[in-house]
């Protein structure tokens, strides 16, 4: 049973940082042998949105819509992964989820795990 566990959400200020973590259960095994780590976000009424992935081998993809913003990293040692988000936005008010996809089908094939959300709000 994978369990992936959010934190580091919060209340912030336009123009703000937070730092979200993503750690996985010991139970989970190591993240290591997840091939794809990434968060998506959410806000209501809408679909859930990509935000930024790492591979096992460290390689990063962003939405556009946050690419020089955000900086996602895995510690695989830690079994934690992290969303370095800077220069925060109104828009960028969601729940944030962390993802753990096997062999990179698994999110569209309805097999990757995800964590419970953790809520993020820009606001002055």
């Known amino acids: 049973q994978v369990q992936l566990v959010e934190s580091g959400g919060g209340l912030v200020q336009p123009g703000g940082s937070l730092r979200l973590s993503c750690a996985a259960s010991?139970?989970?095994?190591?993240?290591?042998?997840?091939?794809?780590m990434a968060w998506y976000r959410q806000t209501p009424g809408k679909q859930r949105e990509f935000v930024a992935q790492?591979?096992?081998?460290?390689?990063?993809n962003y939405a556009d819509s946050v690419k020089g913003r955000f900086t996602i990293s895995r510690d695989n040692a830690k079994n934690t992964v992290y969303l370095q988000m800077n220069s925060l936005k109104p828009e960028d008010t969601a729940v944030y989820y962390c993802?753990?996809?096997?062999?990179?089908?698994?999110?569209?094939?309805?097999?990757?795990?995800w964590g419970q959300g953790t809520q993020v709000t820009v606001s002055s």
């Open positions: 993802n753990a996809d096997p062999d990179g089908l698994g999110t569209a094939r309805g097999y990757a795990y």
């Open positions: 010991a139970a989970s095994g190591s993240i290591f042998s997840f091939s794809y």
């Open positions: 790492v591979t096992s081998g460290g390689r990063t």
